[in-house]
Structure formats: structure tokens, C-alpha cells
């Protein structure tokens, strides 16, 4: 959920990962921005020599576009990294609990002070967790895993599995800015 610099970033790691994604837009223009972007992103690892063609193109087919929000009701994971403040965000969150089914992880792509402010929409908090991916998500290794108390354990489980998927360590959250920090100056080495 959301195609903005994060949302995109997220898709594209997922795709790399040879998973396919559902990238789910807000606005038409906005899907075909969103496409456009990836393209021209994708085109920039090639031309750097970070990909070849092939895989650019396989990452590309990988992500399917939509406005058509039912169609994360298959879904196993959804992430929310919606552009907008925490009022919208809060809406789109209701909006993805009412569509996906009870086995379904949402996840937010949001800061920890934000998560439980985020969750308070929620009826189903057991799967519900914070995820957070640092920008951008194709070069950083780490990703934030912020269970909330009522987190099921499952839940958990699922989302570290799918960071290791992505050839990501999930980091649990330390108190402070320790871990944002960390995932910038293991970014930079």
C-alpha cells in the first residue's frame, strides 16, 4: 500500500527477491508515475552495473500496479507506506483490515513512536506489526521489526522470515534513534 519514494523502494526490494508484488496506488496518475519510476530507477542500477537488463526487466514484470484495493484480499503480507499524515494512514489502515482475510500480516512501514497510534484503528492488533525498511530498501540491509504487545508471536515469525527472504536483517527496535541510525552508517560502509 503506497507507491511514494518508501512504497516504491519496498515493491522493488520484494521484486528482487524474486516475489511478486501488489503495489497499490491511490490515484491513476499515480500509478502511472509509479511505473514510470520504477523504470527509471531499474534503468539506473543497470546503467551502474548494479543489475543486468534481464533482471531489471524480471523486477519490473514482478510488480503489478493497481488502484483496485480488493485485490490484496490474497495477500499474505501488507505493508502500508502510504504517503500522507497519520490521520490518512489511519483510514487506510481500517480501509486494509476490512479487506484482507484473518490470516493476513499488516504491517506498517512507520516510525516506532507512530505504531501504536496507528494500531489504535485496529480490531485485529495480533497481526498487526511495524516494519520498518530504511530508504532506500534495495541498499539497506536492515529492517525494523516492531511487535506491539499484542503482536501474536506468528505474526513475528512471518515478517522476520520474509526480511530474511529479502536478504534483510530484521533488527528488533532499541529505544532512541539507535537503530535508524545504525541502518544509515551500514548503509554508507
Avoid at 89 to 118: C, H, Q
Amino acid at each position: 500500500m503506497g507507491t511514494g519514494p518508501a512504497g516504491l523502494s519496498i515493491a522493488e526490494a520484494v521484486a528482487e527477491a524474486e516475489l511478486p508484488v501488489l503495489a497499490v496506488c491511490m490515484t491513476g496518475a499515480r500509478q502511472d508515475l509509479a511505473r514510470r519510476r520504477l523504470r527509471k530507477t531499474l534503468a539506473m542500477r543497470v546503467a551502474l552495473g548494479e543489475l543486468t537488463q534481464r533482471e531489471a526487466d524480471a523486477i519490473d514484470e514482478r510488480v503489478i500496479f493497481t488502484r483496485d484495493l480488493a485485490r490484496v484480499r490474497g495477500c499474505d503480507l501488507v505493508i502500508e507506506s502510504a504517503v500522507g499524515d497519520h490521520k490518512s494512514r489511519r483510514a487506510v489502515l481500517a480501509t486494509i483490515e476490512s479487506t484482507i482475510s484473518r490470516a493476513t500480516v499488516v504491517a506498517s512501514n512507520v516510525a516506532r513512536p507512530d505504531l501504536a497510534r496507528m494500531a489504535e484503528v485496529l480490531e485485529r492488533k495480533d497481526q498487526f506489526i511495524g516494519l520498518r525498511f530504511f530508504h532506500p530498501a534495495t541498499h539497506t540491509p536492515l529492517v525494523e521489526v516492531m511487535p506491539l504487545p499484542e503482536t501474536a508471536p506468528g505474526a513475528r515469525y512471518a515478517c522476520e522470515t520474509f526480511c530474511r527472504w529479502l536478504h534483510k536483517t530484521p533488527v528488533e527496535h532499541v529505544e532512541g534513534e539507535v537503530a535508524p541510525v545504525l541502518g544509515r552508517k551500514v548503509a554508507a560502509v
